[in-house]
């Protein structure tokens, strides 16, 4: 049994930490504020999918939103669900054993999966219906039991458990060779190594370290050598390259996912797995009405096309007439006046074309970081529904889509370049 001492250094600051519902410390930022339901319909949710009856399982510091501008790791935003304490993500990495125990009960599911007890267990649920054939998400695993407790008992684990029809609570958080789960002995500096990035913290000041393989103290080889500062700002001693997790589902039917991580052997170094945000998302050759009643309203968050006259029909089918582009002014989202022609043909269109949808396609310059400026494109792309609505165009015949930063049509290294992308784009399909 692995002793406390090593987690003493961080107590008082974890403790200030657990106490601030937000900090930002270096590049990345961690916010417990939100609700799990608020997490998955507002961050992790993205195109094609409809979710409901949110649950989580675990301490209210286990689980957080963390924004990382940088992308160091890979991922710049997202849902972050750890075995111990969310603000143990903050780098940089100044400690070999961080960790914080929550004192949680382990799921039982995951024993089997690590061949040992766990501890500490987070658990996020929900009910999902999608709109395609496809599911997928993106996502990394870390783990502070990198790299010291490599191949012992303490064999942090996670798992993606899917449930519904033709499937039977499937894990899903495999590696590519869609066999292998996800754990510390997985995955590492020596198994499957392709997809493990080292993190480890370097000790250059103490002359003697204790020796977690045998046991003891012994003789700090790095004593008084250079100082080598951790590669990415964070404190787990290594994690995951970028994962995408995959199933085939049948469209509008009902699945049940169930996203759980806990520490193995004892309570006491934490693990985390960090969800990508607007990945969890639908996509196939089929699209198709959802019209399954979930207990919240309807969340296509970033994608709401439903085709409402058609329930099975290949993505390429509809004729596009694209109307042009709405341009922004920097940092805004009230529509310009210029925009008014733009807004007629649109009208003009709609009137020849009664049954046809309008898609609404926002976007912003590269200015801000990624979060911010999806919900920009998203206040934009709404003005302009706003408009239309105003004009006699049902709602229901509307379709809106935000980008953010993501499909620039010019360079950003220049002024008139970003503000041909700080645009709406109008396209009538039928």
């Known amino acids: 049994m692995r002793t406390c001492i090593n987690i003493i250094g961080t107590y008082f600051t974890a403790c200030l930490l657990a106490c601030m519902p937000f900090v930002a410390i270096s590049q990345i930022q961690i916010d417990t504020t939100s609700s799990p339901s608020e997490l998955v319909n507002e961050v992790l949710l993205g195109q094609g999918v409809v979710i409901g009856n949110v649950t989580f399982k675990g301490k209210k510091h286990a689980i957080g939103q963390y924004t990382e501008p940088e992308g160091q790791m890979g991922l710049k935003n997202g849902i972050v669900l750890t075995s111990g304490n969310a603000f143990y993500v903050i780098g940089p990495n100044k400690n070999p054993r961080a960790g914080w125990a929550s004192d949680a009960p382990g799921d039982p599911e995951l024993d089997d999966i690590a061949r040992g007890k766990t501890y500490d267990a987070s658990t ?38 899917i449930n519904g029809p033709g499937m039977e609570h499937t894990n899903i958080a495999m590696l590519p060779d869609g066999v292998t789960p996800i754990t510390v002995n997985t995955v590492n500096n020596e198994m499957n190594a392709e997809y493990y990035v080292d993190n480890a913290y370097i000790n250059t000041t103490d002359p003697f370290i204790w020796d977690v393989r045998n046991r003891k103290v012994i003789e700090n080889k790095d004593y008084l050598q250079p100082e080598v500062p951790p590669n990415y700002d964070t404190q787990f001693d290594g994690f995951t390259t970028v994962l995408t997790a995959r199933c085939r589902v049948i469209p509008n039917e009902i699945y049940h996912i169930k996203m759980s991580i806990a520490d193995v052997g004892d309570g006491i170094l934490d693990s985390g797995v960090f969800l990508k945000a607007g990945s969890f998302r639908s996509e196939g050759e089929m699209l198709v009405t959802i019209d399954k009643m979930m207990d919240q309203p309807r969340q296509l968050t970033r994608k709401q096309a439903l085709l409402d006259e058609v329930k099975v029909m290949p993505k390429d089918i509809p004729n596009n007439i694209i109307i042009g582009n709405i341009e922004f ?28 949808k309008i898609l609404l396609n926002g976007h912003t310059d590269n200015f801000g970081c990624e979060d911010y400026n999806i919900k920009l494109s998203m206040k934009r792309t709404n003005a302009v529904a706003s408009a239309l609505m105003g004009l006699g165009i049902p709602e229901s015949r509307l379709v809106l889509d935000y980008y953010g930063e993501e499909r620039p049509i010019a360079t950003n290294d220049t002024e008139s370049g970003r503000a041909r992308n700080r645009r709406v784009e109008l396209i009538v399909s039928f």
């Open 124 to 161: 996020l649920e929900f009910d999902f219906v999608t709109q395609s054939e496809n599911l997928y998400f993106e996502y990394i695993f870390a783990s502070e039991e990198y790299l010291e407790y490599v191949g012992s008992k303490f064999n942090d684990v996670f798992a993606f458990f």
């Open 329 to 356: 002014e920097f940092d805004k989202a009230e529509i310009p006046v210029q925009a008014k022609t733009v807004l007629t043909k649109v009208i003009n269109e709609y009137m020849n074309h009664p049954k046809a």
